[in-house]
């Protein structure tokens, strides 16, 4: 297992552009599905009237997810290929589940964004498209989905290329650098095997383009990070959070702490897909198991450190300066505006309480000292403090821990990052 760089990916656009279909589609046709569960998830669909989601099905195994048709929860899934090893991310496209996806997108290495031919560019594509700039997320490959539907037409495989160019351009990406590839997940053109209905296009197929991503940086030189996604309680292990582990690494033996709430206990095994491993480091999703810990000591959004470096903790005494930038508000924002900002697996409420200045966000500077408000399209450098403690980390010391998404009303409002902080005493 470790002589594969490891690499998550996560699968990003608007609902029904066969995201899903898209990763069901590459796990069966890479020999990464045993044929027997293929077989029941054939079954399945058939017997809901719903053939074509059969390779969704793979992906979204929560009843309700397949009743309705629509990716839920954020799903991982391991993959291989001849040189990667990769954990995939289905994240969900459905606008009520964008703050699922927020926690998906901010542990990906790479994304696929998703979008259908015919349909080109949609509200939730943007949306997707503005927060994986925001979280930092480094290379992109875009997938022209459901080709099927245009009878493998070129033109309007160029249209929705240029579409989605546009809006990438709009947010600073370079969009000579990416991958724009002409799929039918349905039918598995140019997925996993070249194209053959689509002559006219010269390019790579999606699984040769995922061998073509660049292998990522460990930041392993940095103290341990790991935000908690969910808390297990297992029989005759005990309690076993899971993370993804965002700097450093992890072994049986170390002393760890839970901050913002301050419980200690001692790791015990280690695992991965199910695997022991000896030690978890930065990028893997693990599973541990903690001496001296019981299940509600220890609650998604808590973040897990070395006793010796543990994570900065801001609470309402404190604050934070941060920059932004407003991607979509129905007015303004202004002082006082307490909406809740989602930083690695926590939801917190925070007050915003200076609006120090506009900038401008391609060259940084400043516009405007101390406006009154911000509007869609502004970026800022604002100060804000927790209604309660929360952990976050300057962007200059852990960037992995400093970005965030900003959301209110059911939407993302803003994506930003955390550039200095007053510390719990």
Known sequence: MAEKPHMNLVTIGHVDQGKSTLIGRMLWDTGNVPEQQMKKIDEKAKELKKESFKFAFLMDTVKEERERGVTIDVMHKRFDTSKYYF??????????????????????????????????????????????????????????????????????????????????????????????????????ENVAKKAEQMTWYKGKSMLETLDDLPIPEKPTGKPLRLPIQDVYTITGVGTVPVGRVETGEIKSGDKLVFMPSGKTGEAKKIEMHHEEIPKGEAG???????????????????????????????????????????????????????????????????????????????????????????????????????????????????????????RDMGQTIAAGMCIDLVAKK
Request: glycine share 8%; hydrophobic share 40%.
């Open 87 to 188: 954990t995939i991310i289905d994240a969900p496209g459905h606008r009520d589940f964008v703050k699922n996806m927020i926690t998906g997108a901010s542990q990906a290495d790479a994304a696929i964004l998703v979008l259908g031919a015919k349909d080109g560019v949609m509200p939730q594509t943007k949306e997707h498209v503005f927060l994986i700039r925001t979280l930092g997320v480094k290379s992109l490959i875009v997938a022209i989905n459901k080709m099927d539907e245009v009878n493998f037409d070129e033109a309007a495989y160029t249209k929705a290329k240029d579409d989605i160019i546009k809006l990438l351009k709009s947010v600073g990406f370079k969009t000579d650098d990416i991958p724009y590839i002409p799929v039918s997940a349905w039918t598995g």
């Open 284 to 406: 893997d999703n693990i599973g541990f198991n903690v001496r001296g810990l019981g299940k509600g000591d220890i609650a998604r959004g808590e973040v897990c450190g070395h006793a010796s470096n543990p994570p900065t903790v801001v609470d309402p005494s404190g604050e934070f300066t941060a920059q932004i930038i407003v991607l979509q508000h129905p007015s303004v924002m202004t002082k006082g505006y307490t909406p809740v900002f989602h930083i690695h697996t926590s939801h917190v409420a925070c007050q915003i309480t200076e609006i120090l200045k506009k900038i401008d966000p391609t060259t940084g500077e400043t516009k405007e000292e101390n406006p009154d408000f911000i509007k869609p399209g502004d970026a800022a450098i604002i100060k804000c403090k927790p209604t309660k403690p929360m952990v976050i980390e300057k962007q200059s010391d852990i960037p992995q821990l400093a970005k965030f998404a900003i």
